[in-house]
């Protein structure tokens, strides 16, 4: 599942919620470099998918519902796993992903469709669904995206598809204060929150100020912070 979002009012405030069941996960922060929300994988260990690094980038990995063959892998393809993760880690700019995926096709796992929702420290967003396109934002106002295609909308109905917390999201940020900041961010991803495939890290980062925040398991009360130096 998952909600990423985005607000550029009078800072670049950036939102995740990771909703995931039954895989192993952990909050680790790379010293000057980045706090990474990582998941253990079977085969390749502990993996770094989701987070901010110091270069004020934001990278989401949202699963799409329904599933698109058309993400399945190929020849020739980029793999939209890797290009998030070379984001993450500051091997890769946003520049430099646009420029792949515009030249390239971009697959994700046989049988699962993961995208991609990638900011950069200026509040530009690019969102990339195997398969089908990307979409790629010039320091928007806001932007949300939830588990299903912007491409396809609400022509396929799947019930872990997320249109209700993106209507719920979209409506909060479309009538944000131009005083948006992470209390107002946090707000959004307790509003959109779940519990049949649970919430279990809630991030914010304020790229303005080069702050990250973050919750476990809805512990709303209870957050830690880390400053980028």
């Given at each position: 599942m998952c909600t990423s979002i985005i607000s550029n009012r009078r800072k670049?405030?950036?939102?995740?919620?990771?909703?995931?069941?039954?895989?192993?996960?952990?909050?680790?922060?790379?010293?000057?470099?980045?706090?990474?929300?990582?998941?253990?994988d079977k085969t390749e260990g502990w993996m770094p998918l989701f987070g901010a690094n110091s270069r004020g980038d934001f990278?989401?990995?949202?699963?799409?519902?329904?599933?698109?063959?058309?993400?399945d892998p190929g020849d020739g393809c980029e793999h939209v796993i890797m290009l998030d993760i070379d984001m993450l880690l500051q091997k890769k700019t946003m520049a430099e992903i646009r420029r792949i995926v515009a030249e390239?096709?971009?697959?994700?796992?046989?049988?699962l469709t993961f995208m991609g929702s990638l900011s950069d420290r200026d509040g530009n967003?690019?969102?990339?669904?195997?398969?089908?396109?990307?979409?790629?934002?010039?320091?928007?106002?806001?932007?949300?995206?939830?588990n299903f295609s912007p491409f396809k909308g609400d022509s396929e109905q799947h019930p872990w598809m997320g249109l209700?917390?993106?209507?719920?999201?979209?409506a909060m940020l479309r009538e944000a204060p131009e005083s948006f900041d992470v209390p107002d961010c946090f707000a959004v991803l307790k509003a959109v929150a779940q519990n049949v495939c649970p919430?279990?890290?809630s991030m914010v980062f304020d790229v303005t100020e080069k702050t990250v925040y973050w919750c476990e398991d809805q512990k709303w009360d209870e957050v830690t912070t880390y400053r980028f130096p």
């Open positions: 670049t405030i950036v939102g995740w919620n990771l909703d995931i069941s039954g895989l192993e996960h952990r909050v680790r922060v790379d010293e000057g470099r980045g706090v990474y929300i990582e998941i253990n990278v989401g990995m949202p699963t799409c519902w329904p599933a698109d063959s058309r993400s390239k096709p971009v697959c994700s796992v046989q049988g967003v690019l969102h990339i669904v195997p398969g089908q396109g990307y979409k790629y934002y010039e320091k928007p106002p806001y932007q949300i995206l939830t209700d917390r993106y209507k719920i999201g979209e919430t279990v890290v």
